[in-house]
């Protein structure tokens, strides 16, 4: 599927069952980090913290009042939403213990505010949801 989801929220604490993936190299006796440690959840999805701030064409889109917070980006990325839109045509698919409805459960608590963001098509068109409490 041609599309990206992330979600952005104020803050991200890691359940237990998000396995830590740390992304670093060892050259010369030193470790060079490649990226941010990202977490895994199941075999379907890894969750990775994004540090770039959140496009213009994006945070347009968003109420005014939401604009101007600190999100921390998180982007699910993975075969999950293929096998999402696979379940959603009749398909039956083995989630085990890490469906997308616990991991969204997992991320996004009614204590605090949450944005999910959808781009479809490399980003031609951006779509979200939010939350306030």
């Not at 075999?43 to 701030?53: A, G, K, M, Q, T």
């Not at 994006?58 to 379940?87: C, F, K, N």
Request: charge should be negative.
């Amino acid at each position: 599927m041609d599309a990206c989801f992330e979600v952005l929220v104020e803050r991200f604490e890691p359940s237990q069952k998000m396995a830590r993936q740390h992304h670093a190299v060892y050259w010369g006796g030193e470790e060079h980090v490649q990226r941010p440690d990202s977490f895994q959840w199941g075999d379907h999805v890894e969750l990775e913290p994004i540090l770039d701030p959140l496009p213009t064409f994006v945070t347009e889109r968003l109420p005014s009042d939401l604009r101007g917070r600190s999100w921390l980006r998180i982007q699910i990325v993975g075969d999950m939403l293929d096998y999402m839109a696979y379940e959603a045509t009749g398909g039956e698919v083995d989630w085990g213990e890490h469906s997308p409805d616990d991991l969204i459960a997992e991320l996004l608590d009614d204590r605090v505010s949450w944005i999910a963001v959808f781009l479809m098509n490399a980003a031609v068109r951006a779509n979200s949801l939010h939350w306030r409490p």
